[in-house]
């Protein structure tokens, strides 16, 4: 049985967990993060749901399967790669354009961020997916 303080200071850090992961997303293109260590920030906290309270209550809080997770992670890899050949240029190839977002001007968005979210995904879906299994079988 969690704790009832393990219970109580759950959402707040999760909350704070899922912040710090697009933080570390977002920022590790250009610095240390990315998608890989987004993804085992934001699958720390599910983890972290699953300790204070079960595999089914997290699974829910989920509302996506971990597999789905990780398939579309992979395959936003794959369109990552394919928009370099579209371009004319090799697979995997950065393509870059500048998009106009209000209050911040043009913004350079690129490939390589599709590739990090994709990692992202893919990276949440797989640790989620063992963390999950191994859950459930000591239950």
């Not at 997303?25 to 610095?31: A, V």
Request: hydrophobic share 60%.
């Amino acid at each position: 049985m969690p704790s009832l303080i393990l219970r109580a200071v759950t959402p707040v850090l999760i909350l704070l967990l899922i912040i710090v992961s697009i933080y570390a997303l977002l920022r590790g293109h250009q610095e240390p993060g990315g998608g890989f260590v987004g993804g085992l920030i934001i699958a720390a906290a599910f983890s972290l749901h699953v300790l204070a309270y079960d595999v089914p209550s997290t699974r829910r809080l989920l509302r996506v399967a971990p597999q789905t997770l990780m398939g579309l992670g992979l395959s936003t890899i794959l369109l990552s790669g394919i928009l370099g050949l579209l371009a004319g240029g090799a697979f995997l190839e950065g393509v870059w354009m500048a998009v106009p977002v209000p209050g911040l001007g043009l913004v350079d968005v690129g490939t390589p961020v599709l590739f990090d979210v994709g990692v992202y995904a893919a990276v949440m879906g797989m640790v989620l997916m063992i963390i999950l299994m191994v859950a459930e079988m000591n239950t």
